[in-house]
DNA sequence: TGGGATTTGTTCGTATGTATT
DNA sequence: GAATACATACGAACAAATCCC
C-alpha cells in the first residue's frame, strides 16, 4: 500500500510500542533532540512523527513545549470508550452485510495466535494481539476511515488500560473473540452487536480501574530497546549533541 | 479552553477556510515557504499546520513532496459518510438523554443564522453554518471526542461537496434541522434518529454527483483573502521570495 | 530521456521562551 | 522570586530529491 516515510514510520510504531507496553509512561518527557538522536533522524522527523503521535492522542505536543507521554483523564477515558462502542456496533454490522467465509479463518487464526500467547504470559503480546482483533474486524469491514479510526481508538484504550487499569486482568474473556466470530458466521447482526458491545463493557469495566504511581524509567535506556532495525550508517555511536554545559 | 498557539491557529483556521470554499482547489499544492511568508511564520510551524491538517484528512502531505489540498475518492467520500452516519445516530442518543431547554435554544438560534443566510444567498456562509449545525449538536453530547471526530468529519463532507456535488444545490432542506430539535426537545430518540439518517441520506446524495474541471487560481492571490489578523510588523510586503526566473 | 527549476530535508548558530533549582 | 539550565523556534545556507518541461 501506500509507503509513507520508513523511518517516520519505524519511529511512530516504535514509540507507540514503547507507550502502550508502559515502558514511556505517561508524562514522560520526549525531546526532540534525543528521540533523533536515537533514532537517527533529525528534528525535522521527529517532529512529524511526534504530531502524528499527537493526532492520534498518545502524546501531549503544546507549542514551545517539550512534549510528553499523554496523561489520559477519566473523562477522556470514558470519552473514548463510548466512541468505540458506537463504531464497534457499526463494524460488526458492515462485517456481517459484506461476510466471506474467508473472514472466519482470518479472524480465528488471529484468536488462536491470542490463546498462544496468553497462555504463555506474554501480556504484551497478548494486549497486542487483543487489539489487533478488533482492528482486523474493521479492516474487514470494507471502510478505510472506520479502520482507521479504530485503529486509534484502540490504542489509546490500551494507553487508558496502562494507567487506570490494574497490571494482570487478563482473566477469562479469552473466547469472546470466539464467540463474536460465530455469531459473524451465522449472519446474526443482531445478536453479534449484542455480543460485541458485552465484550466492550467488560474490557471498560476493566480498564478503568483506580491510578497508580510508579517510577518512571530514563527514555534513553528504554528507547534502545524499542530502536527496531535501523540501519543507519554510525547509529552505534549516540549522536546525542552534548550541550553547551559551558 | 486551551490555546494550543495563535500563530498556528489562524493558518490552520484560514487555509481550512481556503479549502472548504473552494477557494485552494482540491490539487493546489501548498509549498511551505509560500506559505510562511504569508502568514510570517517559519517552516517549522508551517509544517505543524499542514501536519495538522493532513491528520485531519483536508491535506496530502507525503514526505519529500509538496504538500497539496486533498483530492478526495469516490471510495474516501462513502467511507466518510458511512461514518458520519454511525456518528451521528450516536450524537442524536447522547443529545436526548442530556437533554436540557437550553439546549433547544442555542440550536434554534443557529438555525435561525443558517435561514438568514440563505435567503442573502450567501453560500460559503450558508455552508459553514450548516456544518455548525452537526458540530454543536456533537458538543451537546458532552463527549469531546465524539465532538472532535465529528468536526472533521463535517469539515471532510463539505470537501467532498466541493468535489463532486454541483455548486448550487442548496435548496429546501432548510426545516431538517428544525424537525430534529423538535425530535430532540420530545426526546424521541428513535425519531430524532430517523430524521438524522434521513437527512444524511439527503446530504449525501446531493455530495456525490459528479466531478468537474475549472481552471485553479493562484494561492498567493488567494491566501491574501484569507491572511485574517496576521499582526506581524511587516506583513504588508508581500515576502513571496520571487522565483529566479532568470 | 534529460536537465533545470522547485521544494523539501538537514544542520548549525542564535534567540527566546519554559522549567527547575 | 530570581537565576540558571534546558528545549523549542527561527533563519539561513546547503544538499538532495522531485517535478516539470
Known amino acids: 500500500m501506500s509507503r509513507p516515510s520508513p523511518r517516520i514510520d519505524i519511529a511512530h ?33 521527529v517532529r512529524a512523527v511526534l504530531a502524528k503521535l499527537a493526532a492520534e492522542g498518545l502524546v501531549d505536543a503544546r507549542p514551545k513545549r517539550t512534549a510528553t507521554v499523554a496523561v489520559p483523564t477519566l473523562a477522556e477515558a470514558r470519552d473514548v470508550f463510548e466512541v468505540r ?17 474467508s473472514f472466519g479463518a482470518e479472524l480465528e487464526g488471529l484468536v488462536r495466535e491470542e490463546e498462544a500467547a496468553r497462555e504463555r504470559h506474554e501480556e504484551h503480546v497478548w494486549g497486542r494481539l487483543a487489539g489487533e482483533f478488533h482492528i482486523r474486524l474493521a479492516k474487514l469491514s470494507g471502510n478505510a476511515l472506520l479502520e482507521k479510526y479504530m485503529a486509534e481508538l484502540v490504542t489509546r484504550c490500551s494507553l487508558i488500560l496502562a494507567v487506570f487499569g490494574k497490571p494482570h486482568s487478563h482473566d477469562g474473556h479469552a473466547n469472546e473473540h470466539a464467540e463474536i466470530i460465530a455469531a459473524l458466521r451465522s449472519r446474526d447482526a443482531a445478536r453479534a452487536v449484542e455480543l460485541m458491545d458485552h465484550h466492550m463493557g467488560v474490557v471498560e469495566s476493566r ?5 497508580e504511581e510508579e517510577t518512571r524509567p530514563a527514555i534513553g535506556d528504554v528507547l534502545a530497546r524499542y530502536a527496531g532495525a535501523i540501519t543507519a550508517r554510525e547509529t552505534a555511536t549516540p549522536l546525542v549533541r552534548k550541550a553547551r554545559t559551558k
Chains 1, 2 share one sequence.
Open 85 to 101: 462502542r458506537a463504531l464497534e456496533a457499526e463494524v460488526v454490522r458492515l462485517v456481517v452485510k459484506r461476510w466471506k467465509p
Open 13 to 45: 510504531e516504535a514509540l507507540k510500542q514503547a507507550i502502550l507496553e508502559r515502558a514511556l509512561q505517561p508524562g514522560t518527557k520526549l525531546p526532540e533532540d534525543e528521540i533523533g538522536a536515537h533514532f537517527a533522524m533529525s528534528r525535522t522527523l
Open 207 to 211: 480498564a478503568i480501574v483506580g491510578p
